[in-house]
């Protein structure tokens, strides 16, 4: 099945240059009264090298099909992360490097998304919101009444954001995970 470069989404398999290629980012580019392209950054499933290439929006990609499951997580060790398959009781092992800078929001019992090819784990969604519980901030100073001041806070799991004043330790507070900002108490 061909997708067009404009189609693409973040997450989603192509065959280039005869290789698996993971989309990370796609952009549109629009110069003037130029032709409009996109920017597409790729990951090679099997070397790990990313790249950003452009493409001309109407440029067609042959799609890699990808099982995609949601897995709950369990722990993470060394070797990565141990997530369950929620239907067969399976555990399935993530690389950390599909997880990255986001294992700081890996909670117990968090819903995380995984796509397979050929029964491995190549790409993992966490969802958009989760909510943390803060193990340690400053406290609250008393007068301090202008309403765009944060403060510094760090969640279980190694987190570190920026929070309102009225956040207070052992409080749970939705972070978004695209982001790593605070959005509410919850």
Avoid at 24 to 30: E, I, L, R
Avoid at 119 to 137: N, Q
Avoid at 158 to 181: C, H, L, N, S, Y
Wanted: hydrophobic content about 40%; proline content about 5%.
């Amino acid at each position: 099945m061909l997708i067009k470069a404009i189609d693409l989404r973040r997450g989603q398999g192509v065959i280039w240059k005869g290789q698996i290629w993971i989309v990370q980012d796609n952009n549109k580019v629009a110069k003037g009264n130029w032709r409009s392209s996109q920017v597409l950054r790729l990951k090679n499933l099997l070397n790990g090298h990313v790249l950003e290439e452009r493409f001309r929006t109407e440029e067609e990609f042959e799609q890699a099909i990808i099982e995609r499951k949601p897995l709950q997580y369990l722990y993470s060790d060394a070797n990565g992360h141990v997530f369950m398959d929620m239907e067969t009781f399976e555990e399935v092992r993530v690389p950390d490097d599909l997880i990255g800078d986001q294992r700081v929001y890996l909670t117990p019992s968090l819903e995380v998304t995984v796509g397979f090819m050929d029964r491995k784990p190549i790409t993992a969604d966490l969802p958009f919101t989760v909510v943390l519980e803060v193990e340690d901030t400053p406290p609250q100073l008393r007068g301090a009444t202008a309403t765009n001041q944060l403060k510094d806070a760090v969640c279980k799991g190694g987190a570190r954001i920026r929070v309102p004043p009225f956040v207070e330790k052992g409080g749970k507070i939705k972070i978004d995970t695209r982001t790593g900002e605070y959005l509410e108490r919850a």
